[in-house]
Structure formats: structure tokens, C-alpha cells
């Protein structure tokens, strides 16, 4: 069948999404996503025998743009969000266990900063556990160091930082996974771009792993300033937060032209959260947030709300 995958790399135009139906071991989405532009490519095949060997296919060719899934298309298809769509939880036994009893296709891993220095051991275990039963793994950066200062690029001196992106992204390398990352956050320092955008190229290294995460605030919040900067950078991937653009633009119709100005530039990855103006990360629908707007976009991301866990 190679002249046939041949004949259909001949159709894709850049930037299109494309499904691959009963893909087997993913040899089409393999052969597109090495010679094509298109921006998502997905498979759906039932065998999970055929699915584990496909996920091993897309991890062995380094391919960024794939998303399989283990399913029948005429179930999954028509309720297709179920299958790109997340949880997210820490590796704490109970915590992750109460995600995993809801079958998720992906899982973000929330860090803390111990666990990327003494407990990696563990966390290595819980990306092979999870990938072990078909689970696309995606890990979320500390927010904050051990003695309580938060990570930023946003300033001058970032050796604690370089060392926690570095095991992040070798973390990401190893197991062929994406992390997000928080260019900058609120600490209090003055932003300045040139001074991220060059902090930022320190790790092009890990840029097909990386999605790095819109704030709310700052030099790295609104849609310019963003595709901006990253066009500087030369990073490749961006993680949209919608509760996130709420915040700064309060209007979904803002929130959508955001996302489709960003998706001509960078692969994307979704934090689905609503906002209701008290709650930073509420339940879909609890909200203002028009998802009818933004679902349409979401290629693969999660669901992430305030908890008490």
C-alpha cells in the first residue's frame, strides 16, 4: 500500500486535520505526518493490539502531530471529544486512581517540584503504567521551587529554572510525552521580552515537547503578544487556557478569534475550564464561557477545574 499512502500525501493541503479510520498500526498517520503540514492527524483503530503497536510506531518516529485512539469509529467519531479530551490529577495513588476509574485517553500529570529532583523514580514508573494501557501522557511543570519562589523566564537569572526545564523536557525525550510550561507567571519582577524570548531559545532542544501556556496577565497573555513572541522564539507549540482568556478579554467571541489566530502559527493543546468571575477554573457549562466557540478548535487537551484534591 505504499504507492496508495503516496497518492494521499499528494492530497493534504498545510494545516488540515485529518482522520485516519481503522488505522491499524498507524501506518498512515506515520507516512502523513512525516511528509505532510498537516497541523493533527488521528487514528481510530479497535484492535488494541494494533493500537499499542501504533502508539509505538509514533513514538519510535518522533512524530508530534498524532493522536491515536484505541476505539470503533462508529462510536467514537460521533462522540469524539470523549476520546481527545483529558484529566488531570498528581501521581498520588488516590488522586490518580480516582481519574484513571473514569478510563481517560489522556492524563496530565501534575508536578511539584520534588517530584522532578528525589521522587523522578516514581513519576518515571507512572508515565510507563500509563502508557502501558494506552494513555497519552502529558506533564504540567511545578509551579513553584521548593522554597516557595515561582518559576518565571521572565527575569534576567534562571538557573533554577533551566535546571527543572532540563529534567523536564530529557523526562519528555525519553518517553516521547509533551509538558506544559509557564513561560512567565506573577512574581513580582519587571517582564521583559527580549529578555524571554532569549530565555526561551535556551530550550529549543525540547520545543516538539514543550506547550507552552498562555497567561493571564504579562507579556505572554494576549493573542499579539503571544504569537509575537513565540514567532521570535521559534517555539512550535502553544497551550490555550480558556478560563485564562476569559479572564483578559471576558467575551467568547474574543476567546475564539484567539484560538484561530494562534492555530495558523503553533500546534495546540486545551486547559477546558470555564469561568463564573469568582472561581479561576470552574466546570464547563457553571460559567460564561460559550464553548459552542471553542470546541470546534480542540485537538487534544483537558478538562481543569478547582478541587479539593
Do not use: W
Request: aromatic share 8%; with cysteine.
Amino acid at each position: 500500500l505504499s504507492t496508495d499512502r503516496k497518492r494521499i500525501v499528494q492530497m493534504v493541503k498545510p494545516g488540515e486535520d485529518i482522520l485516519v479510520m481503522f488505522s491499524g498500526a498507524a501506518p498512515y498517520p506515520c507516512v502523513l505526518a512525516k511528509n505532510t503540514e498537516a497541523r493533527s492527524i488521528f487514528g481510530v483503530e479497535i484492535n488494541p493490539e494494533g493500537h499499542k503497536y501504533g502508539m509505538q510506531n509514533v513514538r519510535l518516529n518522533k512524530l508530534h502531530n498524532v493522536t491515536l485512539i484505541n476505539g470503533d469509529v462508529g462510536k467514537v467519531v460521533p462522540d469524539i471529544y470523549r476520546h481527545i479530551i483529558g484529566l488531570k490529577s498528581s501521581d498520588r495513588k488516590d488522586e490518580l486512581q480516582s481519574r484513571l476509574n473514569h478510563h481517560p485517553v489522556l492524563m496530565e500529570l501534575h508536578r511539584f517540584d520534588e517530584d522532578l529532583k528525589k521522587d523522578r523514580p516514581k513519576l518515571q514508573k507512572t508515565i510507563e503504567k500509563l502508557q502501558s494501557k494506552g494513555i497519552h501522557v502529558v506533564i504540567h511543570m511545578p509551579f513553584m521551587q521548593s522554597d516557595g519562589k515561582r518559576y518565571s523566564l521572565g527575569q534576567p537569572d534562571i538557573p533554577e529554572e533551566t535546571k527543572m526545564l532540563t529534567v523536564l523536557g530529557e523526562i519528555c525525550k525519553q518517553y516521547h510525552i509533551k509538558a506544559v510550561v509557564h513561560p512567565t507567571q506573577d512574581i513580582g519582577v519587571a517582564e521583559n521580552e527580549d529578555m524571554l524570548v532569549a530565555n526561551l531559545k535556551k530550550f529549543k532542544k525540547y520545543f516538539d515537547h514543550f506547550y507552552f501556556e498562555n497567561a493571564i496577565h504579562g507579556i505572554f497573555a494576549k493573542t499579539g503578544d503571544i504569537i509575537r513572541i513565540g514567532k521570535k522564539a521559534g517555539i512550535r507549540n502553544i497551550c490555550i487556557d480558556i478560563c485564562h482568556l476569559f479572564i483578559i478579554y471576558e467575551d467568547s467571541d474574543s476567546i475564539e478569534s484567539h484560538i484561530k489566530r494562534v492555530r495558523k502559527h503553533f500546534r495546540t493543546y486545551f486547559h477546558l475550564n470555564d469561568h463564573d468571575y469568582k472561581t479561576h477554573s470552574c466546570e464547563i457549562g457553571e460559567g460564561k464561557v460559550n464553548f459552542t466557540k471553542v470546541l470546534p478548535y480542540v485537538n487534544q487537551g483537558i478538562t481543569e477545574i478547582c478541587n479539593k484534591d
